[in-house]
């Protein structure tokens, strides 16, 4: 079976300092993969996606970066965080059989990012 | 921009009640999507449907989809306490294959 880790499960960071959050997936091949940010009371916002090793797209820009050095890797990374990286960061996957992607989105327990 | 719109905000009820909770969205859509959240925690697919079904079930979940309205339900059959969690719906915008959340329902269930 299918199984998503991310880590760490809760962080905090002064203002300026690096971020990487870190995502895996076990069980699968080629996953799509996804980032996602959920501030208080709100619901989730997709950051980056990426399709396959090296293929990253943004959805929002900002001082955040993502990369997939394996297939079934994905890392957030910052060189400086602000007050505003604040936040829930999940990581998913979804399957794409054969070119057509099922629908669902499986996702980590998340990281809780304090930035003081 | 989000997609779907969850409706309402806030659900409060006692255990054994049904709870209905709303979504409406703006553009077609391949299939809608709805995912649980309990605090703290990653959300959980729940089901989705497509957009020429009607109606889908899943022990106490029941989902319709109306594309007309562009609108879908999400029903909880003798709700327990555990069901407390937060509740989204997703959808991909047409043409798109990755869904979009709205800022979901709180449901909170009372023993």
């Known amino acids: 079976s299918q199984t998503i880790h991310q880590w760490p499960a809760t962080l905090v960071q002064p203002v300026g300092s690096p971020l990487s959050l870190e995502c895996t997936v076990e069980g699968t091949s080629n996953p799509n993969l996804y980032w996602y940010r959920q501030a208080a009371g709100r619901g989730l916002q997709l950051l980056f996606y990426s399709v396959g090793i090296g293929q990253i797209s943004s959805e929002v820009p900002q001082n955040l970066s993502a990369s997939r050095p394996q297939d079934r890797q994905f890392i957030l990374s910052s060189k400086k965080l602000l007050l505003s990286d604040s936040g829930f960061y999940l990581c998913?996957?979804?399957?794409?059989?054969?070119?057509?992607?099922?629908?669902?989105?499986?996702f980590g327990e998340g990281s809780r990012l304090t930035v003081l | 921009s989000q997609q779907g719109e969850e409706d309402p905000q806030a659900l409060s009820i006692q255990e054994g009640e049904n709870a209905t909770m709303n979504c409406s969205y703006k553009?077609?859509?391949?299939?809608l999507q709805w995912y649980r959240q309990n605090s703290g925690r990653g959300l959980v697919h729940l089901i989705l449907i497509r957009s020429n079904e009607r109606e889908k079930h899943s022990g106490r979940l029941r989902v319709t989809l109306d594309t007309s309205k562009k609108s879908s339900s999400l029903l909880i059959t003798a709700s327990r306490a555990a069901d407390t969690a937060s509740y989204f719906c997703a959808t991909p915008p047409g043409g798109s294959y990755i869904p979009t959340f709205g800022r979901g329902t709180s449901l909170i269930v009372h023993p």
């Open positions: 998913a996957w979804s399957m794409d059989r054969a070119g057509v992607y099922t629908g669902e989105l499986f």
């Open positions: 553009t077609s859509i391949n299939n």
